[in-house]
């Protein structure tokens, strides 16, 4: 089974990922949801190529850390069938929404930075996009 690259940083209050197609490895889960649990996080900015692969466990996990931090995402992937279905969680009352690739800037614009602050989640999302193409 060939894992997702996971990485990424907070800026802002912004939590921003990129990951790679599969499951993420489990530590690197556990990671992730301490750091939204733990840290000073308001929005979550999801970048994605490929299909990412979450278990069950996993979507409650993560679901469950959104509503009770009140995190609002936004998610970048040209996956279509994962934007229909932010936009259906979205209907249910989730600060959820998903965007293309080509519509990057509005949704760094939908997190909240703007100006200088959107052309440093640009960079980010490039260094975090790097590490992960570097990793095995």
């Known amino acids: 089974m060939k894992y997702a ?5 907070v800026s802002n209050g912004i ?5 790679t197609e599969g499951p993420p ?5 556990d990671d992730l949801i301490r750091d939204l649990s733990t840290k000073s996080v308001r929005k979550y900015l999801v970048t994605t190529v ?10 409650k996990q993560i679901a469950g850390v959104f509503s009770s931090k009140k995190i609002g995402v ?15 969680i979205s209907w249910l009352g989730v600060d959820i929404k998903a965007f293309p690739w080509k519509e990057l800037r509005h949704a760094i614009q939908h997190v909240g930075a703007v100006g200088i602050h959107e ?7 490039g260094e975090l996009k790097r590490a992960c193409s570097l990793q095995g």
């Open 15 to 19: 939590l921003v990922s990129f990951a």
């Open 5 to 9: 690259q996971l990485k990424w940083v």
């Open 74 to 88: 936004v998610v970048v992937t040209d996956d279509s069938i994962a934007r229909h279905i932010a936009t259906a």
């Open 50 to 59: 490929g299909k990412g692969e979450l278990n069950s466990l996993q979507r």
């Open 119 to 125: 052309e440093r989640m640009i960079q980010i999302i």
């Open 25 to 29: 490895q489990a530590k690197v889960w």
